[in-house]
């Protein structure tokens, strides 16, 4: 108990019907890379930031179900730039949430679903979360 220190977390996780389609997906439209192909039938994927922070993507099982993320949780990536970013990703054909929106001189978010239906959040801070 000596020891206080907070453990970093390492990765987080989603389900995917189609793993390997959705991996493509964060591949091309989020500028991830494949830091390991966790294998299995169904197969599962860790993909990476430029930072270090993996998301699991795990093959769902058929048959299996998943919770509405709408209200459950969501991905947030951290961008530049919320709007020009929101412009790129709807030019690949991704619709945004409305009304969900955030625009304030200290956050600015835009919220969308991945073709698994994992909802997805693009954030910008004018400073860090975590200092």
Known sequence: MGDTTVARIEHF???????????????KTLGMTVALESGGNPPGFFLA??????????????????????????TAFLVDDVASRRRELEALGIAFETGTE???????TAFFNDP?????????RSKPLVP
């Not at 955030?102 to 600015?108: C, I, R, S």
């Open 13 to 27: 996780a989603i389900f995917a019907k189609d793993a390997p389609a959705l991996k493509d997906f964060y591949v």
């Open 49 to 74: 930031d430029e930072k270090g922070v993996a998301l699991e993507i795990i093959g769902l099982a058929e048959g299996a179900s998943v919770a509405n993320t709408r209200w459950v949780c969501h």
């Open 102 to 108: 955030v625009d304030t001189p200290t956050m600015k």
């Open 116 to 124: 698994e239906g994992n909802r997805c959040q693009i954030v910008w």
